[in-house]
Nanobody
Framework: QVQLVESGGGLVQPGGSLRLSCAAS????????MGWYRRAPGKQRDLVAD???????DYADSVKDRFTISRDKAKNTVYLQMNSLKPEDTAVYYC???????????WGQGTQVTVSS
């Protein structure tokens, strides 16, 4: 079992920045990939970025060059630095952790990000 607690969401003006954090606890040594999905109002949940256990990041085209995912293994935390935010980035952002050995995916509770003037 893995528990994930997110923080860092909020209201920001277009062009602004936010940093999301996701702290993992529990069976952290079994975690392979971690990352972030988001769900905008009326839309499906989409992958934003993820990072492998080897610290290889991957990004959705819509956020490349604006968002950066990183992982602090000592703190069992993954971060999403979001710059140059746009109104279309408004969504609930969900952290996830994947354990391949048991084919399990764990989710955080979600944090709201609103980009508006």
């Amino acid at each position: 079992q893995v528990q994930l607690v997110e923080s860092g969401g909020g209201l920001v003006q277009p062009g602004g920045s936010l940093r999301l954090s996701c702290a993992a606890s529990g069976s952290i040594f079994s975690i392979n990939a971690m990352g972030w999905y988001r769900r905008a109002p009326g839309k499906q949940r989409d992958l934003v970025a993820d990072i492998s256990s080897a610290d290889n990041p991957d990004y959705a085209d819509s956020v490349k060059d604006r968002f950066t995912i990183s992982r602090d293994k000592a703190k069992n935390t993954v971060y999403l630095q979001m710059n140059s935010l746009k109104p279309e980035d408004t969504a609930v952002y969900y952290c996830y952790a994947r354990i391949e050995s048991v084919k399990a995916t764990y989710w955080g509770q979600g944090t709201q990000v609103t980009v508006s003037s």
